[in-house]
């Protein structure tokens, strides 16, 4: 079946980088997103990779996939107070026809001066 | 391009009630998906709606009912409301529903229920 898990907490200091991990259970061919949840608000999408990709880089953000051990992280450089938010990691398999994601439990991160 | 509204932000109900939620998606997708948010069971699929017929549905009882509209604006429905119905809702809408189709979500509707 379908199962996404991620981490619940990490803490940064402001200017080191962050790295949030994630595994899924899906075996076939998927696409793999994260996005960002601040209070209040709904989701934003980050970014987001093919199975058939190693890595996708966009600015501060660095996604690298291990389909391997179906592991996925994204990786935030110089990471800001304003990046502090809850982190999703939502897979899409392959079979499935439509809008369905299945989401991780969400990491929060906390950034500190 | 306007985002994804979804009315009303904020609702307070009692056990027994219904609600219905509105979404209206981003101007040209014909994709409408439900999610709803808990801090217990997080982030779970409700259903999918594509030209106004269901194309997906997630594990949720039949209390659970949507529809969408020839514009493609959606609205769920939620019957005899239940205590663990508290949640955020939230509708994502894209253009097709397809793979690598980006769901844009809206900021999500709070229900309350007393």
């Known amino acids: 079946g379908e199962d996404v898990e991620q981490s619940l907490f990490l803490s940064v200091r402001e200017g080191d980088s962050s790295v949030i991990n994630c595994t899924y259970t899906?075996?076939?061919?998927?696409?793999l997103y994260w996005y960002k949840q601040e209070p209040g608000a709904g989701l934003q999408l980050l970014t987001y990779i093919f199975s058939n990709m190693d890595m996708k880089q966009d600015q501060r953000l660095t996604v690298l996939l291990n389909k391997k051990d179906k592991h996925l992280s994204l990786r935030i450089a110089d990471t800001q107070t304003g990046d502090s938010a809850i982190y999703f990691c939502?897979?899409?398999?392959?079979?499935?026809?439509?809008?369905?994601?299945?989401f991780g439990q969400g990491t929060e991160l906390s950034v500190k001066p | 391009k306007a985002g994804v509204t979804q009315t009303p932000r904020y609702l307070i109900k009692t056990r027994g009630q219904q609600v219905t939620l509105s979404c209206s998606p981003i101007?040209?997708?014909?994709?409408v998906s439900w999610y709803q948010q808990t801090p217990g069971q997080g982030l779970q699929f409700l259903f999918e709606?594509?030209?106004?017929?269901?194309?997906n549905k997630g594990n949720f009882p039949g209390r659970f009912s949507g529809r969408q509209f020839s514009n493609s604006r959606s609205e769920m429905n939620v019957s005899t409301l239940e205590l663990g119905d508290s949640a955020l809702y939230l509708c994502?809408?894209?253009?097709?529903?397809?793979?690598?189709?980006?769901?844009?979500f809206g900021p999500g509707t709070r229900l309350t229920v007393l």
């Open positions: 101007s040209g997708h014909r994709s």
């Open positions: 709606y594509f030209s106004e017929t269901q194309r």
């Open positions: 899906d075996s076939s061919s998927t696409y």
């Open positions: 994502a809408s894209s253009l097709e529903g397809l793979r690598p189709d980006t769901q844009y």
């Open positions: 939502a897979e899409r398999a392959l079979y499935n026809q439509g809008g369905k994601l299945i």
